[in-house]
């Protein structure tokens, strides 16, 4: 099984960016479709993008698509979400997930492992 440690969350002012990364160990990082999801307080988890093994096929929300841009790098076992003009209705808890189905995939229910989050705030 793999294991996920997301990284890089934290404080940043409205119209700002930030680099979120999700460490993969444990298993062949190529193997996983890779997924980013997040959960605002008394909201559900909303889907953010996908990512298929290689990279070469993504999905995004409608509420980030053209503003967070995912991405893999195989070689470091690593996904990336790069989020840049962020808003204060993007505050959540941001999670990365993997899926054996290799794909990119926007159902939490697809999804095999996750990570235990990481914190991003967005000040106005």
């Known amino acids: 099984q793999v294991q996920l440690v997301e990284s890089g969350g934290g404080l940043v002012q409205a119209g700002g960016s930030l680099r979120l990364s999700c460490a993969a160990s444990g298993d062949t990082f190529s193997r996983y479709g890779m997924g980013w999801f997040r959960q605002a307080p008394g909201k559900e988890r909303e889907f953010v993008g996908a990512?298929?093994?290689?990279?070469?096929?993504?999905t995004y929300g409608d509420s980030v698509r053209g503003r967070f841009t995912i991405s893999r790098d195989n070689a470091n076992s690593t996904a990336y979400l790069q989020m840049n003009s962020l808003k204060p209705e993007d505050t959540a808890v941001y999670y990365c997930?993997?899926?054996?189905?290799?794909?990119?995939?926007?159902?939490?229910?697809?999804?095999?492992?996750w990570g235990q989050g990481t914190q991003v705030t967005v000040s106005s």
């Open positions: 990512l298929n093994w290689n990279g070469g096929i993504t």
């Open positions: 997930a993997a899926t054996l189905r290799g794909r990119d995939t926007w159902s939490p229910y697809d999804y095999d492992y």
